[in-house]
C-alpha cells in the first residue's frame, strides 16, 4: 500500500509482536507487515502516524467521532468530571438519569434504558432482555449486518466464498474457529429486503421468535439500506407475532439524525442500541426501549440480568451528555451533512472522469460507495460491485494521506471538523489515486 519508508511504525510493531497477538490490541488493526497503522496523535478530522505522516480520516475509528477528534468542548467536560467527581465509584450518580433523558429527548423511542461499554455488551443486553419478555429463544438477524463479538452474533453469510451461480444462498459459517456450533441453535438469517424470506421463516419458527435484530442501515456492509416497505414489513410483521424489533444503531445512532435511523425511517423500535457517536470516542453505551420491556431488568429468578463494574462510569457519561447536548443544540448535523454531500460530489466527478459505474448508499454522514450500475440492495447484490477496483483505490488515497478502510463494506465516516477540508485538494488526490489504481489493474 505505501511506498513511504516507515522505520518508526516498523520498529513498533516488530516490538508489538512480542506482546500481542499479530502485534495489534485488536486483530482489524492488523494491515500486514508494512501497512499496519500506529498513531502518534489525532486532531480535529486528521490523524498522524509514528512516521509523521498526516492524513485527514474518513475511518474515524470505525465511527465514534461524530465532532471530531479531541474536540475541547468533549474533552473539558470530561475532564471537569475526572477532576471534581472522579471516575467510577460503583454506585449511581446524578449523570444517569441526565443521559437517559437528553436521549429520550433526541430520541422518542426511548423510554427506559441501560448501558454498557461497547456495541457487543449493548447488543447482547437487548438480545436477552427480548428473550426474557417475550419468553422465546430465537434471533432472526440480517445478511450483512454485525451485531458484535459475542458467540451468537459471529455466525455469518459467507458471500466472499459465494458462488452465485451453483449456491441458492451462501454458507453459514463461524467468523474464526473456537465458536461452538451449539451458539447458532437459535439463530436465523435472510437477506435484507426480502419480503418472501422473513414470511418463510414466520412461517416456519414464528411461534418461537423472540426478536429481529437488524441495522437498517448496513454499518458493515456499504451503507445498504432497509427500504421504507420492509422496515414496515418487519414492524408489522413483529407486531402481528409478539416478536420484538431490535434497531442496533451501534453506528447510525446519533450520526444520521438526532433520532438516529428510525428518525429518518419515521418507524420505532421495541429496543434499540447505541454506541459509537454517542460519546464522540469515550466508550460508552446504551439500550433501551418500551419501559415494559426494560423493566423485564431486575432481580430474582423471573428478571433479567444486567450489570457491569464499569457500566455508567462517569467518564463515559459525562463524555454522552457533552457530546449529546452539542448535537441536539447547536448546527452540527448541518455541517456534517452538507460536508458529505459534497465530497461525495467530489468523488462522483473524479470517477465519472475515469469511467467507473459508481453509486453511493446510505445518508451523507456516513455513505457507501459501490463501483457498478445499481445500488445494491442486499449484501448478496454487493458481491457483484467491483470491489476489488475500490481496494485497489482505497490503498492509494491512503499511501497519499487520505485515510479510510480499504474494504468496501466499510463506509465513509463524517464528523463535523470535516467542514474545513480542502475540497479541491480531495479531488486532485483522488483523481491521482484512481490514475494509478486503473493502472495497477492493467
Known amino acids: ?94 449523570l444517569d438519569s441526565q443521559v437517559v433523558e437528553l436521549i429520550k429527548k433526541m430520541c422518542p423511542n426511548i423510554e427506559k434504558m441501560r448501558f454498557a461499554n461497547s456495541g457487543t455488551e449493548a447488543v447482547l443486553g437487548a438480545v436477552r432482555t427480548a428473550r426474557g419478555f417475550t419468553g422465546r429463544n430465537k434471533i432472526v438477524v440480517v445478511e450483512g449486518g454485525f451485531h458484535g463479538l459475542y458467540d451468537e452474533m459471529m455466525w455469518k453469510s459467507d458471500v466472499d466464498n459465494w458462488d452465485s451461480e451453483t449456491q441458492a444462498a451462501p454458507k453459514i459459517a463461524a467468523f474464526g474457529i473456537g465458536i461452538p456450533e451449539a451458539s447458532r441453535e437459535h439463530l436465523e438469517t435472510v437477506p435484507l429486503n426480502d419480503f418472501s424470506a422473513i414470511d418463510h421463516v414466520f412461517a416456519r419458527v414464528g411461534d418461537d421468535i423472540a426478536a429481529i435484530v437488524i441495522e437498517p442501515i448496513l454499518g458493515n456492509c456499504g451503507s445498504i439500506a432497509s427500504s421504507q416497505e420492509y422496515m414496515q414489513k418487519l414492524r408489522d410483521m413483529c407486531d402481528a407475532n409478539g416478536s420484538l424489533l431490535i434497531m442496533d444503531e451501534v453506528k447510525t445512532g446519533f450520526r444520521v439524525a438526532k433520532g438516529g435511523a428510525q428518525e429518518l425511517y419515521g418507524i420505532h423500535a421495541d429496543l434499540t ?90 445518508p451523507d454522514a456516513m455513505f457507501g460507495i459501490h463501483f457498478g450500475n445499481q445500488v445494491p440492495q442486499n449484501y448478496r447484490d454487493w458481491k457483484q460491485t467491483d470491489s476489488d477496483l475500490y481496494t485497489e483505490f482505497a490503498h492509494k488515497l491512503i499511501e497519499h494521506g487520505i485515510m479510510l478502510e480499504p474494504d468496501s463494506r466499510e463506509p465513509w465516516f463524517i464528523c463535523e471538523a470535516h467542514k474545513n477540508i480542502d475540497l479541491a485538494k480531495l479531488e486532485e488526490v483522488a483523481d491521482l489515486a484512481m490514475t494509478q489504481a486503473i493502472a495497477a489493474r492493467s
Open 1 to 94: 500500500m505505501s511506498n513511504t519508508p516507515k522505520p518508526v511504525t516498523h520498529q513498533l510493531l516488530k516490538q508489538a509482536h512480542t506482546n500481542m497477538p499479530l502485534g495489534v490490541a485488536d486483530s482489524y488493526r492488523y494491515w500486514g507487515e508494512d501497512n499496519t497503522v500506529f498513531v502518534k496523535s489525532s486532531l480535529g478530522c486528521t490523524i498522524t502516524d509514528a512516521d509523521d505522516q498526516e492524513f485527514i480520516d474518513f475511518r474515524l475509528a470505525y465511527g465514534p467521532i461524530i465532532l471530531g477528534y479531541r474536540d475541547s468542548r468533549v474533552d473539558e467536560a470530561v475532564i471537569n468530571t475526572i477532576t471534581q467527581r472522579g471516575t467510577i465509584s460503583g454506585f449511581s450518580t446524578d
Open 273 to 362: 442500541t447505541y454506541a459509537k457517536a454517542m460519546g464522540n470516542g469515550y466508550p460508552v453505551a446504551a439500550f433501551g426501549g418500551r419501559a415494559d420491556v426494560m423493566d423485564m431488568i431486575n432481580f430474582g429468578k423471573n428478571g433479567v440480568t444486567h450489570g457491569g463494574t464499569y457500566t455508567a462510569n462517569m467518564i463515559a457519561l459525562s463524555a454522552a451528555k457533552a457530546t449529546l447536548e452539542i448535537l441536539d443544540q447547536t448546527d452540527a448535523y448541518q455541517s456534517i451533512n452538507q460536508i458529505g454531500a459534497e465530497i461525495q460530489q467530489v468523488l462522483s466527478r473524479v470517477f465519472t472522469k475515469h469511467g467507473i459505474e459508481h453509486r453511493f448508499a446510505g
